[in-house]
C-alpha cells in the first residue's frame, strides 16, 4: 500500500507557483519522500527526492516539515508544460525497497 | 534516442494470444522493471530483476513472466493474454552507482497493450 496521501487533483495559473501537498504520517527516519511526475501517457520522470531538509533543483524545490509528516512540492513558474500527475512516494533510500506509486495529484496549469 | 526503449509502443491481441514486450536500456544500469498502468491509477510492480541471474515478483506478477537475457535487456510475456491484462505497460532501470545512492527510476515511454 502507498504510504502517501495526496490530494487526487489541482488547479493553478500559469506563471504561478504551483504547491502540491503530500501527507505521510507513518514516515521512518530512514525513509526519503521522492517526487515524481507523468506527463500525459509518458513514462513517470524524476523530480526530486530529500530526506528532512528542504531541497531545490532546476525543476523544483522539495519542503519537508519538521515532523516530516508532510511534504510539499513546490514548482516556482509554473507552465502549460507542467501539466500532469505528481506522485509522492516515501522510501529507504538506495535499494532496500521498491517504489509504490499511487494515484497521484492530476496538476492542471491553466492559461 | 531514449536510454530505455520499449517494443512494440502498441499492440492489440485476442485473448489467449501470446505476448511479448520487450525493453533494452542503454544506460548501463544493473536493475530493471516492469510496471503496469490502469487507467486513473497509479503504476503497480509486476517483475524486477537486479542482474540477469536474479528474476523478483512484483506485486501482480501472476499471468506475467520475464525474461532477463542480457544486462541490457529485459522482456515481459503474457503466455495467454486477457482482456483485464488491458493496460500501459512501462519498462524501468535503476543504478545505485549513478544515481548517487538513491536509486531513482528512469522510465520508457511505456507499450499499450489492447487485448480483444
Known amino acids: 500500500d502507498a504510504k502517501t496521501t495526496q490530494p487526487t487533483s489541482m488547479d493553478c495559473a500559469e506563471g504561478r507557483a504551483a504547491n502540491l501537498p503530500c501527507n505521510h504520517s507513518?514516515?521512518?527516519?530512514?525513509?526519503?519522500v521522492y517526487w515524481y511526475r507523468q506527463i500525459h501517457s509518458q513514462g513517470p520522470q524524476y523530480i526530486i527526492h530529500g530526506l528532512k531538509n528542504n531541497e531545490t533543483n532546476e525543476m523544483a524545490s522539495l519542503i519537508i516539515t519538521e515532523d516530516r509528516k508532510s511534504s510539499t512540492l513546490i514548482l516556482p513558474h509554473a507552465t502549460l508544460r507542467d501539466t500532469a500527475v505528481y506522485y509522492c512516494i516515501v522510501r529507504v533510500a538506495g535499494y532496500g525497497q521498491n517504489f509504490v506509486f499511487g494515484p497521484g495529484t492530476r496538476l492542471s496549469v491553466l492559461p | 534516442d531514449a536510454d530505455v526503449t520499449q517494443t512494440p509502443r502498441n499492440r492489440i491481441t485476442k485473448t489467449g494470444k501470446r505476448i511479448m514486450l520487450e525493453c533494452s536500456q542503454t544506460?548501463?544500469?544493473?536493475?530493471m522493471y516492469w510496471y503496469r498502468q490502469d487507467p486513473g491509477l497509479g503504476l503497480r510492480l509486476i517483475y524486477y530483476s537486479f542482474d540477469v541471474k536474479d528474476i523478483n515478483k512484483g506485486e501482480i506478477s501472476d499471468g506475467y513472466s520475464v525474461s532477463r537475457q542480457a544486462q541490457a535487456k529485459f522482456s515481459l510475456s503474457l503466455e495467454s493474454a486477457i482482456p483485464n491484462q488491458t493496460a500501459l505497460y512501462f519498462c524501468?532501470?535503476?543504478?545505485?552507482?549513478?544515481?548517487?545512492?538513491?536509486?531513482?527510476?528512469?522510465f520508457g515511454e511505456g507499450s499499450r497493450l489492447t487485448v480483444l
Open positions: 544506460k548501463g544500469h544493473d536493475r
Open positions: 507513518t514516515i521512518s527516519g530512514n525513509e526519503y
Open positions: 524501468a532501470t535503476s543504478d545505485f552507482q549513478s544515481t548517487g545512492r538513491t536509486g531513482e527510476l528512469f
